[in-house]
Structure formats: C-alpha cells, structure tokens
C-alpha cells in the first residue's frame, strides 16, 4: 500500500522507483529521479500536502515550466551555496553561457558534457538549440538526438536529471556512470560527438583501474588531465568541424611530464585557437585557483594560439560570492571573438614557439603593466641588498637621535 492510515509509507518511494516505460518515457526519469532517494519526510499529511501542490502544476504549460527551471535553479544557486568544499560541480552561470555562446552548438550536432553536475552546461545547451527549432521534426531531433551527459555522483545526477526536465527536455540522456571508465583506445567513430562543453573536476585523484585506461605515457591520477585527454577522444573526426569548450586550472597551462605530452597532442592534432584567462574570484568561494577556458577544433593543427585576458571591472581587485561576473561583461570578448586583433587584453603566440618550450601555455599578457614583470635574480638581490642597507642606515639614525634626547 502508498496510503495507509492518513500516511505515506516507503512503498511510494518504491513504486517510484520500479517505474518504466518506452525509451523516452518521462517514467525513465522519474524511476532514475528516486533511484538514489529514501524518504526522509516524517509526517505523512505534510508529505500529501506537498504532492498535492505538485498535482497541480500543469506541467504542459510552458509558462508554469519556465517559472519551474527558474525555481530550481535559485534552489541549485541556494545548495550551491551552501555546499562547501563538495560545490566543485557549480559552474558560474556567466561562464557557462559565454561558452555556449561562442561554440554556438547547432541543431543537428551532438553536445556532450562528460562531467556534467547539475546540467548547467546541457541547460543553456539546450536554451540556444531551442532557438533554431522550427518544425516537428526540429523538435523531436532536439529532444531524441542532441543532448548527452555522464554523471557518476548520485546526488548532482538526480539534480541534473530534474534541471534538464524542468527545462523542457522530455527524456534526459545522462549517463549515471565514471565517463573515464572506458578505454581511450576502444572509442570509435560511432563514439564521438560534434560538440563538448564542460568544466570538468581539477584537483582529484582517479585509482589506477581508471588510469590503465589510457595510454601508458599519459597515465596520472590528475582527474582534470585524463578529462582533457578524454575530451579530445571523443571529438568527431570527419568534417573537422567538431569543437571543445573546456575550463581547466592554470596548472594545465604549465604543467611538464604528462601534463606537456597532452599538450603537444592538442598542439599537434587539433587546432587550440583561443585560450581566454579568467582573473581571481570567478569561481569564489568555492575555488581560489585560476582558471582558464580552452577552445579547440578538428580543423587541423595548431598554427597559432590567441590568448584573451578578461579584465576586471575598474575598481575590482577580484569577484566575490556577493559581487560575481556577470556575463554583460563579456560583451568586448564576444564582439572580438569572430574579429580578432591584438589589443590591450588580445594577444597572439605561434604554436611552433610554444612547441619549443615545452608546450608551456602560461603567456603572460605582453602589455601588461610593467611592475608586474619581475627583474633577473641578480638585480633582484642586488635591489634587496641597497634597501638592506637602506633600511639599517635609517634605523642608525633613529638610535642617534634618541641618544641625543636621552642626553639633554
């Protein structure tokens, strides 16, 4: 029995769970939704309140739906929030949508984001392709055939699940699995995807069943390196025109060892055309490292590689939690985007000098203000050694001073 006694007992959240139906049935969903959930909702009659409110949504309304995502996502901003150190799953909505924006998915392509969290990425995905549907089967390509996730968390997968719905997507694809638990050799044509938009975890470390699954001289237990190498794996191949939009730590942009092999592959075999560098605090609190985001294609190999500095606002020192980036200020970025020229904040490096160091891509804007450039060790330490003497010159006259005041 679901009702017993004026109460909801545990067998309505296991009908909920047994639920299914067709391939893109909304059943899927909701059994997938209450997989991982136990009801921890102590009073019954508080619990038939609740799912009578929700009865009553009309939830083929369009306009009731649009209200709906807007409430999850304040919800999702709400936890994000509160979230700690467990908030790695949150990317800034700003970011999200600048990427979007100049990948420019088009309906038709595949887009797949590997570590996909709440669905934001798939969100504003899915926002920008349901502009371009014009017709029935438009609609049902958008639905059926467009949008992929992969997310192994049991938490941020339920959320994802529930985002994507409340934003209109019928039957979400999202796999509930690790995406790095395939071997990288084993991925084929039938594999790829044309579109991959993602801010994949940094700073977390893989066990070795997952780092067998790539190539022995690219094997590290960097979660952030076996994404990227992932990444590049399952970009379509033929047509050259499928393209990654990826956020990665500034480590990744320095990083030897393993780290400059992958590289020299993205260097090599695809083309990394934009490098935009975010400054302090975009992803305040929940992370202090840079940040940057990476724009790659199959069209070819890297020629050269342009680097956008994003500036702060005049005045800022940083974002914050109460005073975040907000995507009007990426409007001088995307008027460049198409059009690019060196500028204050643009500047371009050969892929070939890059190759020649290392694949080292941590270029420092060469229009910078110039006490930010540091001097040669020897100059420094000399520089160091005057304001020494300086500073004990100055003290010597201190002590005589107060020995004459002593005296009179």
Not at 291 to 296: A, D, K, M, S
Request: aromatic share 8%.
């Amino acid at each position: 029995m679901l009702y017993r006694n004026g109460k909801w007992g545990a067998g309505l959240f296991r009908y909920l769970r047994t639920l299914s139906g067709d391939r893109d049935d909304r059943r899927n969903v909701i059994a997938a939704v209450f997989k991982g959930v136990d009801n921890r909702m102590k009073s019954g009659y508080l619990l038939r309140d609740v799912i009578n409110k929700v009865g009553g949504i009309h939830f083929t309304s369009s306009e009731e739906l649009h209200t709906l995502g807007a409430l999850y996502e304040s919800m999702l901003r709400e936890m994000r929030d509160a979230a700690g150190d467990s908030g790695e799953f949150y990317t800034p909505r700003a970011v999200v949508r600048l990427m979007v924006a100049v990948t420019d998915p088009r309906l038709g392509e595949t887009v797949l984001d590997p570590a996909s969290g709440t669905g934001g990425f798939l969100v504003e995905a899915y926002r920008h392709l349901e502009k371009q549907v014009k017709t029935v089967a438009d609609r049902r390509r958008l639905q059926e055939q467009s949008l992929f996730g992969c997310e192994p968390k049991p938490l941020p997968y339920l959320l994802c699940q529930m985002n994507l719905l409340l934003h209109g997507l019928d039957a979400p694809r999202i796999d509930p699995g690790n995406a790095l638990r395939h071997k990288l050799a084993d991925m084929g044509e039938r594999d790829r995807v044309d579109v991959i938009l993602t801010n994949p975890p940094f700073g977390g470390e893989e066990e070795k069943g997952i780092q067998g699954n790539f190539p022995e001289d690219k094997q590290t237990a960097e979660t952030a390196l076996l994404f990227l190498q992932l990444i590049m794996r399952k970009l379509r191949r033929q047509g050259g025109a499928a393209r990654a939009a990826v956020v990665v730590p500034n480590g990744t942009l320095f990083g030897d060892g393993v780290c400059a092999r992958i590289k020299k592959d993205l260097l090599q075999e695809f083309n990394l055309h934009a490098i935009v560098r975010l400054p302090n605090g975009v992803f305040a609190p929940y992370t202090s490292i840079p940040t940057n985001l990476l724009f790659f294609d199959r069209s070819g190999a890297t020629r050269e590689v342009w680097y956008y500095e994003h500036p702060l606002p005049e005045g800022r020192k940083n974002y914050t939690k109460t005073a975040p980036l907000q995507f009007e200020e990426f409007a001088p970025l995307i008027a460049w985007w198409k059009k690019r020229e060196e500028n204050e904040h643009a500047w371009k490096v050969p892929a070939a000098e890059l190759l020649a160091t290392g694949c080292n891509l941590d270029r420092k804007n060469p229009r910078a203000q110039k006490e930010a450039m540091h001097l040669p060790p020897e100059q420094l330490a000399a520089s160091i050694l005057e304001k020494e003497r300086r500073i004990m010159e100055i003290v010597g006259n201190i002590q005589k001073l107060l020995g004459n005041a002593r005296d009179q």
